[in-house]
């Protein structure tokens, strides 16, 4: 008896989905890029542009966020095709670990072997200022409560042991970070090596929080990044991790933040990350 495909199962979904899109693409693109809030005018600078609404992706979620127009992108940058998620999903959004972490793995199956990730971040370290750029060395995941504690990144078994996360290893590519922190003193503009913080949210941090996470380590904080990270990890792919400062943390002089003093300092970080992106795409093609 044949055995047809489950829809239901995620392995299928991932095919169903990687299909649909790479049927449409001109050439599979080597890089993939997860643009974070305020950051999707790099998508301005995508020559001969395909965009796809999330809404006619199969398995795809759906982005709900001001900043996030929810639109994949492919396209040319810098002549190197390339494809890029103008719009993320956010746990907070309701959205599960998988389906969060899901697109990750579609972009890998249609060929994609890098992944750069941005985010908007709170700066934690006093040395920072708002619009610089923090090139992620290393995180802190307390998506889920407290700091270290790891669950499955996706819902199937791996189907060799190198497909689990590296315990001790990190997820982030030391060449394609010191790279950009190389591109930042080349274009003379601030960028800092740093650990990010990953919080449920979806609110701010409060005064007490603030002074916890510098204790611990942390250099940024945000809601995202991490689920993706993680599962691009697990499945081999090369990452490089970038925030932008879009407030800086004074739990002894407080300032409220809102969403949009986010896409204020996107206007700031934009060129900056731009400039990042630029060399890390020439880098990804050519290695």
Not at 53 to 63: C, H, L, T
Not at 182 to 190: C, D, I, S, Y
Not at 222 to 231: A, D, F, I, W, Y
Not at 236 to 250: C, H, K, P
Request: aromatic share 8%; net charge neutral; with cysteine.
């Amino acid at each position: 008896m044949t055995k047809h495909p489950d829809p239901q199962c995620p392995a299928e979904r991932v095919l169903r989905t990687a299909e649909f899109i790479a049927c449409k693409l001109a050439e599979l693109p080597r890089v993939a890029i997860i643009l974070g809030s305020g950051l999707g005018n790099l998508v301005d600078y995508i020559e001969d542009a395909i965009a796809i609404d999330y809404a006619d992706i199969p398995n795809w979620g759906q982005s709900r966020i001001a900043g996030h127009s929810g639109q994949l992108i492919f396209g040319w940058f810098d002549s190197q095709p390339v494809i890029a998620m103008s719009g993320r999903f956010h746990r907070y959004e309701g959205w599960t670990t998988e389906q969060v972490s899901f697109p990750v793995r579609v972009l890998a199956a249609i060929g994609s072997h890098t992944l750069i990730v941005s985010n908007a971040a709170g700066g934690l370290n006093p040395q920072y200022r708002i619009g610089d750029i923090v090139v992620i060395r290393d995180h802190i995941d307390m998506m889920h409560g407290h700091p270290c504690r790891r669950f499955d990144y996706g819902t199937y078994p791996p189907q060799t042991r190198s497909d689990a996360p590296l315990r001790g290893a990190s997820p982030y590519d030391q060449a394609l970070s010191d790279r950009a922190l190389e591109t930042a003193r080349l274009k003379n503009f601030p960028a800092h090596p740093g650990t990010y913080l990953a919080t449920l949210g979806p609110t701010y941090e409060t005064r007490a929080e603030y002074r916890f996470m510098r204790k611990i380590g942390a250099d940024v904080v945000g809601m995202s990044t991490v689920p993706e990270v993680l599962q691009a990890q697990r499945i081999g792919m090369r990452v490089l991790a970038m925030s932008m400062v879009s407030n800086i943390a004074r739990p002894d002089a407080p300032l409220r933040t809102d969403h949009a003093d986010v896409l204020a300092a996107a206007q700031i970080a934009e060129p900056r990350m731009r400039a990042i992106v630029r060399e890390a795409v020439q880098r990804s093609t050519t290695s």
